[in-house]
């Protein structure tokens, strides 16, 4: 039987990478066979795509090189990866996948909705996540939240994670519209509450089955 594809989004923050785990512990727990996976990256040649999206010293990027970047690593991501580990019925978790360039590329940079739409019809022909997570919180927390952790763990700010504010609520934003208009595949959660509440949450959504 053919697997599920989930995917997890939401601005910088939002917990996203803990509950991945949490995720795949419940899915690993009803005996579930689960590949976890992230974007920009997932592949040798994602993960080097990824290290020239988030190299913050290329900050003469322009947009639509870093939208065809972020296909160019998803293209691979989902012919090596992700298409041929649902076909033999694992599960796929990935932390971000196209939503999230509506949002960043999109709303946020400010590019055609058009013409990413274009692109993701020509590289993924109609394949979609099975079901997406959203880790809403204000942006605000989110980035305070990034700042600390990379105080505690020495870890540098990457080219988005330097993004002003207002670029992230654009973000936000464009997540909670495109959740709104096909609220079947999306379960949005209040990623401000207590990390126990967000996977009470997570877990309730998961039992009732996905769409
Ligand atoms: P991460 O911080 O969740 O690992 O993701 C890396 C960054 O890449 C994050 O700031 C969001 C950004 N991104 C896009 O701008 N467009 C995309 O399509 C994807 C997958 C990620």
């Not at 949002?103 to 109609?126: C, F, L, S, T």
């Not at 919180?137 to 505690?152: D, N, T, W």
Request: aromatic residues 8%; proline residues 3%.
């Amino acid at each position: 039987m053919q697997g599920q594809f989930i995917t997890l989004e939401g601005t910088e923050g939002g917990g996203k990478s803990t509950n991945l785990r949490f995720i795949e512990s419940f899915l690993v727990a009803q005996g579930i066979d689960v590949v976890i996976t992230r974007e920009p990256g997932g592949t040798d040649i994602g993960e080097a795509v990824r290290a020239i999206l988030l190299n913050k010293d290329f900050s003469e990027m322009c947009d639509d090189a870093e939208l065809l970047l972020m296909f160019a690593a998803r293209a691979q991501h989902i012919q090596e990866k992700i298409k041929p580990a649902l076909a033999a019925g694992k599960w796929v978790i990935s932390d971000r996948f196209t939503d999230a360039t509506y949002a960043y590329q999109g709303g946020a940079r400010g590019v055609d909705i058009e013409r990413i739409a274009q692109i993701e019809q020509w590289v993924q022909q109609g394949f979609q996540p099975n079901l997406t997570f959203i880790f809403d919180l204000p942006v605000k927390e989110g980035m305070a939240r990034v700042l600390s952790r990379s105080q505690q763990t020495g870890q540098t700010i990457d080219r988005f994670e330097q993004e002003k504010q207002a670029f992230f609520e654009k973000v936000r934003t464009t997540y909670l519209e495109r959740a709104k208009a096909s609220p079947k595949r999306y379960e949005v959660l209040d990623a401000s509450q207590s990390l126990a509440q967000v996977q009470q949450c997570i877990q309730a959504r998961l039992r009732r089955g996905l769409p």
